[in-house]
């Protein structure tokens, strides 16, 4: 079993910046992807950014220029760097990991940016 445990949102101002983190624990023999996904209200889940474990990374065009991933494999941990912050960003973030072939979700973070 895997817990995730996610930090780092907050309020912030458009134009703004906050970086999330994501830490995993738990037995874990492998991960593969690892990933940060919103829901805003009233909208459907959404994929925001995934690094694999060789550092190939994926974004989501609406953020793509804005928003960096990263992770620490020693740590099992990733990281979401936000910048140039949008109201449109507000929403709940969400850890992602997929390891030992399994899908885990961290509880999520709030994110909201006031304009």
């Known amino acids: 079993q895997v817990q995730l445990v996610e930090s780092g949102g907050g309020l912030v101002q458009a134009g703004g910046s906050l970086r999330l983190s994501c830490a995993a624990s738990?037995?874990?023999?492998?991960?593969?992807?690892m990933g940060w996904f919103r829901r805003a209200p009233g909208k459907q889940r959404e994929l925001v950014a995934a690094?694999?474990?060789?550092?190939?990374?994926n974004y989501a065009d609406s953020v793509k220029g804005r928003f960096t991933i990263s992770r620490d494999n020693a740590k099992n941990m990733v990281f979401l760097q936000m910048n140039s912050l949008k109201p449109e960003d507000t929403a709940v973030y969400y850890c992602?990991?997929?390891?030992?072939?399994?899908?885990?979700w961290g509880q999520g973070t709030q994110v909201t940016v006031s304009s």
């Open positions: 992602n990991v997929f390891a030992d072939y399994n899908d885990y």
């Open positions: 738990g037995s874990i023999f492998s991960i593969n992807v």
């Open positions: 690094i694999a474990t060789g550092g190939n990374t």
